[in-house]
């Protein structure tokens, strides 16, 4: 992840902050935002799609999308509330923030493997899968938002997408599907949140799982995902954001790391 300087970009951009803050300005003055659209906000979604019509089109319907929802996004970003749907989609995903890179930026991870998809679509949805995933990537905004203006830099999350327990034989395309969409609608309402995404532990017929990501995910998303050849538990080093970017001690030991958290590092992870 390249390292941004938010002043350097606000001082690039600051004409297209100006304008774009005017634009919105008859919404973004809102009470229930909570002053969340600043300069730092605005500014990610110009360094996501550039100046002009498309970053004022997805700045309009992000602002929108947060009056509409502000109470549960509150609620989310506070640790009060859970993201919809909670109850069908939490008891069958292991996936969840756990520890920080060594600059700060949150660390996401989804272990696809061991998550029990086939009994999770018996009792819920792609859409509510979605929303679920979608909403709970506020709790990550906060904390990237929260770090960035303590340090300065842009900080954005790195997500870890273990394959450990898949094969092409259990994959299942709805689930897949739900990430596709995920990602596009993520990428419009927290742009330039994700900075790395890294898939671990995948099974062999890489081509294959390229082939099956690709058709749902966004070019733009996928072209942040990194194949770590290996396996993680085998040899961590195999996978150099591990040293790159995190500390082995903040790794799970799922993922060939030391940490071993007392009530597990992931929820219903095994």
């Keep these: 992840m390249n390292k941004i300087i938010v002043s350097d970009e606000l001082n690039k951009n600051e004409a297209e902050v100006t304008r774009l803050k005017l634009a919105v300005s008859t919404i973004s003055s809102n009470s229930a935002l909570e002053n969340l659209v600043d300069d730092v906000f605005i500014l990610r979604f110009i360094l996501a ?59 996401f991870i989804l272990r696809t493997g061991v998550s029990d998809v086939s009994g999770l679509f018996k009792v819920a949805t792609a859409d509510q899968l979605t929303e679920w995933f979608l909403f709970l990537a506020e709790k ?99 996978c150099p954001f591990a040293s790159k970017f995190i500390a082995k001690e903040d790794l799970p030991t799922f993922l060939g790391g030391t940490c071993v958290c007392p009530s597990g590092c992931l929820p219903n992870n095994q």
């Design 49 to 107: 799609f550039g100046p002009g019509v498309k970053a004022e089109t997805n700045l309009r319907e992000a602002i929108i999308w947060r009056i509409e929802n502000a109470a549960l996004l509150k609620g989310i970003r506070e640790g009060t509330s859970p993201p919809p749907f909670n109850d069908l989609v939490s008891p069958y995903i292991v996936a969840g923030l756990h520890k920080e890179l060594t600059n700060g930026s949150p660390v």
């Design 140 to 238: 990550t905004f906060a904390l990237c938002d929260k770090k960035t203006k303590e340090t300065g830099i842009l900080i954005q999350s790195l997500r870890i997408s273990d394959f450990t327990g898949s094969t092409l034989f259990n994959a299942d395309t709805r689930f897949f599907s739900s990430q596709g969409v995920l990602a596009t609608r993520a990428g419009k309402l927290y742009p330039h949140l994700l900075g790395l995404g890294v898939i671990i532990n995948h099974p062999t017929a890489i081509d294959t799982i390229v082939d099956l990501v690709t058709k749902f995910v966004p070019s733009e998303t996928f072209e942040k995902f990194k194949f770590c050849k290996g396996k993680s538990t085998d040899d961590v080093s195999k």
